[in-house]
C-alpha cells in the first residue's frame, strides 16, 4: 500500500502517456520536475515555454498561464470564472470572453485540429478541461 501511495503522491495527479510504463513515466518527470511532459506537448514552468512535437510555440502571457494551469491539472473541470480569477488575478464576469477568447488561441497552437481536441475540450455550459491523449498501462500496475 505505501508503494501506491508514494505513486500517487509523486504524479500528483497525472497520468503517464500510453506508450509509456508509470514507472518510466513517473522517473521522467522526477528528473525534470519544471517540466510537464504530454504527448506531443511540452511545457517548461521555469523558463514559461512551450513545445509543440519539439518546435517552440510562442504563447502570450495570458496564454500560457490559462494552459499552465490546466496542464498542472490535467482532467480537473475549470469553469470560466476560475480560469479568470486565476489568470488575470480579476474578479469580473464581464471579462469572460477573454477567457474563451484565449482557449481559442491556445487551441490554434497546440491543437492538429481544433475540430478534435487532443489537449483542451470543453464541457458544455460547465467550463474546459485538459485531457491529453493519457492512460495508465493495466499491465503496468
Avoid at 464576469?93 to 487551441?107: F, H, K, Q
Avoid at 481544433?114 to 499491465?139: C, E, H
Wanted: aromatic share 10%; glycine share 4%; proline share 5%.
Amino acid at each position: 500500500m505505501q508503494k501506491i501511495e508514494v505513486i500517487v503522491r509523486i504524479t500528483k495527479g497525472h497520468c503517464p502517456p500510453q506508450e509509456q510504463t508509470i514507472f518510466e513515466w513517473i522517473e521522467m518527470n522526477r528528473a525534470a520536475p519544471d517540466t510537464l511532459n504530454y504527448p506531443g506537448l511540452e511545457i517548461n514552468l521555469e523558463h514559461r515555454r512551450v513545445f509543440k512535437n519539439g518546435q517552440e510555440v510562442y504563447m502570450s502571457r495570458y496564454e500560457y498561464g490559462v494552459l499552465s494551469l490546466m496542464a498542472r491539472n490535467p482532467g480537473q473541470l475549470f469553469t470560466k470564472e476560475q480560469i479568470f480569477e486565476a489568470v488575470w488575478h480579476q474578479d469580473s464576469e464581464s471579462c469572460l470572453t477573454a477567457v474563451t477568447n484565449t482557449i481559442g488561441r491556445i487551441r490554434q497552437k497546440i491543437e492538429d485540429d481544433r475540430a478534435a481536441p487532443v489537449y483542451i475540450r470543453t464541457i458544455s455550459n460547465l467550463g474546459y478541461q485538459f485531457m491529453p491523449n493519457i492512460s495508465v498501462k493495466k499491465d503496468s500496475l
